[in-house]
């Protein structure tokens, strides 16, 4: 495998040094920062997050930043959700689209106050057309990405590490809410987030200097945790069901295909510029959708590039992502399959890069 060459054009963030101390054997890109991708393996990583604690270097979810009297207006005109009965310590999961409808970010909305939001982006430039939007509509808010790095806290022991960290009171903080807490004299805004099932915190550290105090104090807490540095892992997103922007989704996908309609309440969220173009989907419904998909054979080979989805000689889906499940004994995957196929228990072929393998639709994921 070739060696990413560093640059001023791929960012390292403030947790780097912890990373680089803990073992960590991979990285992507991901908001032209580096996002480590395995420490042990794969699978001894996806062992460990579902028994005992990893802290994961995040910052690369980036924070688009609206501030300002119109900062609620332009949070709406962005997304189909509904967002009128959000309150400040919420958040919400919202699609981002563009005027066609199309996906551009899934990202958490945080709203931290009645004229200040955080939208903690998946990978792709998202600031850019925020900006556009903002200007061309001549709103008076100010968007901005602030010097916010997200770390997570993700495993079954999540709670007990943030408690010695930060105090029992943090295990009060409900699902998609966040509080503000205080760590060596800084108030850190701590949700209860994070891109796996297992559970755990966001932690959105403000100002790079603090990162690597942070990262000690929460390792040396978690001696008797078994804390180890970890990821987002492939194999148990896929049993998940989440999504990876870029990879599962894209921008010729609206988000009834990616499966996220609840999230879109189009008939109330008046003012996002994709509302009519989803309103005939949200009546018709989709014609293609996510699926869950399991592989028959070995362990499948690394999915770097869509695999196409087959019904005899005709094309009616592909494979974006897929993995060895060791607690499922399967090869799990995500795709998008067209209607006429998408049905639980319908056997299809997929041209794997080892040779065409049955593939069967799962109504859910596994998680």
């Given at each position: 495998?070739?060696?990413?060459?560093?640059?001023?054009?791929?960012?390292?963030?403030?947790?780097?040094?912890?990373?680089?101390?803990?073992?960590?054997?991979?990285?992507?890109?991901?908001?032209?920062?580096?996002?480590?991708?395995?420490?042990?393996?794969?699978?001894?990583?996806?062992?460990?997050?579902?028994?005992?604690?990893?802290?994961?270097?995040?910052?690369?979810?980036?924070?688009?930043?609206?501030?300002?009297?119109?900062?609620?207006?332009?949070?709406?005109?962005?997304?189909?959700?509904?967002l009128?009965?959000?309150?400040?310590?919420?958040?919400?999961?919202?699609?981002?689209?563009?005027?066609?409808?199309?996906?551009?970010?899934?990202?958490?909305?945080?709203?931290?106050?009645?004229?200040?939001?955080?939208?903690?982006?998946?990978?792709?430039?998202?600031?850019?057309?925020?900006?556009?939007?903002?200007?061309?509509?001549?709103?008076?808010?100010?968007?901005?990405?602030?010097?916010?790095?997200?770390?997570?806290i993700?495993?079954?022991?999540?709670?007990d590490?943030?408690?010695?960290?930060?105090?029992?009171?943090?295990?009060?903080?409900?699902?998609?809410?966040?509080?503000?807490?205080?760590?060596?004299?800084?108030?850190?805004?701590?949700?209860?987030?994070?891109?796996?099932?297992?559970?755990?915190?966001?932690i959105?550290?403000?100002?790079?200097?603090?990162?690597?105090?942070?990262?000690?104090?929460?390792?040396?807490?978690?001696?008797?945790?078994?804390?180890?540095?970890?990821c987002?892992?492939?194999?148990?997103?896929?049993?998940?069901?989440?999504?990876?922007?870029?990879?599962?989704?894209?921008?010729?996908?609206?988000?009834h295909?990616?499966?996220?309609?609840?999230?879109?309440?189009?008939?109330?969220?008046?003012?996002?510029?994709?509302?009519?173009?989803?309103?005939?989907?949200?009546?018709?419904?989709?014609?293609?959708?996510?699926?869950?998909?399991?592989?028959?054979?070995?362990?499948?080979?690394g999915?770097?590039?869509?695999?196409?989805?087959?019904?005899?000689?005709?094309?009616?889906?592909?494979?974006?992502?897929?993995?060895?499940?060791?607690?499922?004994?399967?090869?799990?995957?995500?795709?998008m399959?067209?209607?006429?196929?998408?049905?639980?228990?319908?056997?299809?072929?997929?041209?794997?890069?080892?040779?065409?393998?049955?593939?069967?639709?799962?109504?859910?994921?596994?998680?």
């Amino acid at each position: 495998m070739a060696l990413i060459s560093p640059s001023r054009r791929l960012r390292r963030t403030p947790f780097s040094e912890g990373v680089e101390a803990a073992g960590v054997k991979g990285y992507t890109v991901y908001n032209h920062m580096l996002l480590p991708t395995v420490f042990r393996s794969v699978e001894e990583d996806y062992r460990h997050l579902k028994e005992a604690v990893q802290v994961w270097d995040v910052a690369c979810e980036r924070q688009v930043e609206l501030r300002g009297p119109d900062s609620g207006r332009l949070m709406q005109m962005l997304t189909p959700r509904d967002l009128r009965g959000m309150l400040p310590g919420q958040c919400y999961y919202v699609p981002i689209v563009d005027e066609t409808g199309g996906m551009l970010n899934d990202p958490v909305a945080v709203k931290l106050a009645e004229d200040r939001w955080w939208i903690s982006i998946a990978d792709s430039d998202l600031l850019m057309w925020v900006k556009g939007i903002a200007y061309g509509y001549r709103l008076d808010v100010l968007v901005d990405e602030p010097d916010v790095s997200p770390l997570a806290i993700q495993g079954p022991k999540a709670d007990d590490l943030m408690a010695a960290v930060f105090g029992d009171s943090v295990r009060d903080i409900r699902f998609f809410r966040f509080g503000v807490f205080d760590f060596q004299g800084r108030d850190m805004v701590i949700a209860r987030s994070g891109y796996s099932k297992q559970g755990g915190f966001e932690i959105y550290v403000e100002g790079g200097d603090i990162g690597m105090p942070l990262w000690h104090a929460l390792m040396e807490a978690g001696r008797g945790l078994d804390v180890h540095a970890g990821c987002p892992n492939l194999i148990e997103r896929i049993e998940a069901g989440l999504l990876s922007y870029g990879n599962d989704m894209d921008r010729s996908h609206t988000p009834h295909e990616c499966g996220l309609g609840r999230f879109c309440n189009t008939a109330t969220a008046i003012g996002c510029v994709g509302r009519d173009a989803l309103l005939r989907v949200a009546q018709e419904g989709p014609v293609r959708q996510i699926r869950a998909l399991e592989i028959d054979g070995p362990a499948a080979p690394g999915c770097d590039r869509a695999w196409s989805v087959m019904a005899g000689e005709r094309r009616v889906g592909q494979v974006s992502s897929a993995a060895w499940s060791p607690d499922f004994g399967t090869n799990v995957a995500i795709g998008m399959v067209r209607m006429t196929h998408w049905d639980e228990g319908t056997e299809l072929t997929v041209m794997a890069p080892d040779g065409p393998r049955r593939v069967v639709v799962r109504e859910r994921f596994w998680l």
